[in-house]
């Protein structure tokens, strides 16, 4: 697990090593090589244990599809490390504010104002609320 912090760099750079690290524990991504980094298999398996890791992932994880829904249905505020595009996808989105309504805050500001994906995250949490367009924000069917 996490142990990998204290690992020589060749360890750290070992994919056998960082993948069963990850398996035990999703944060010893953030000690895995930066190759590993970029390794699709190695950051799904962290990201089920542990979704905001993928703070540690790849840019080009960040923006794939798969790694961030694995990644927002584990902690829905891991929707602030996907990319911007994958923060204005809808269906990244509602999985994200299923599993933390107050992941609105980092969906896009046409996702804030869209009734539906407001709806979810207000039924999570009353106070994702506070992220939703101003619109919706005075929209009775919404705060009631």
Same mark, same amino acid.
């Given at each position: %697990?996490?142990? $990998?912090?204290? *690992? %020589? ?11 069963? *690290? ?13 190759? $590993?980094? *970029? ?7 962290a990201v ?12 080009n ?10 990644s ?20 990244v ?20 104002a ?5 709806l ?9 609320l ?7 924000? *005075? ?6």
């Amino acid at each position: %697990g996490v142990e $990998l912090k204290y *690992a %020589g760099r060749d360890l750290q750079a070992d994919r056998e090593v960082v993948l069963e *690290a990850v398996k035990q524990n999703g944060v010893a991504l953030e000690y895995a090589g930066e190759d $590993l980094r *970029a390794h699709k298999d190695l950051v799904l398996e962290a990201v089920k244990k542990d979704g905001v890791v993928i703070e540690y992932a790849s840019e080009n994880l960040r923006g794939d599809t798969e790694v961030v829904l694995e990644s927002v249905r584990e902690n829905g505020l891991a929707l602030q490390c996907a990319n911007e595009i994958l923060r204005a996808d809808t269906e990244v989105v509602l999985e994200a504010v299923r599993q933390n309504g107050e992941a609105l805050e980092y969906a896009s500001d046409d996702l804030q104002a869209d009734k539906e994906v407001v709806l979810q995250a207000v039924r999570e949490s009353g106070c994702a609320l506070n992220y939703a367009s101003d619109n919706l924000r *005075a929209d009775k069917g919404v705060v009631l």
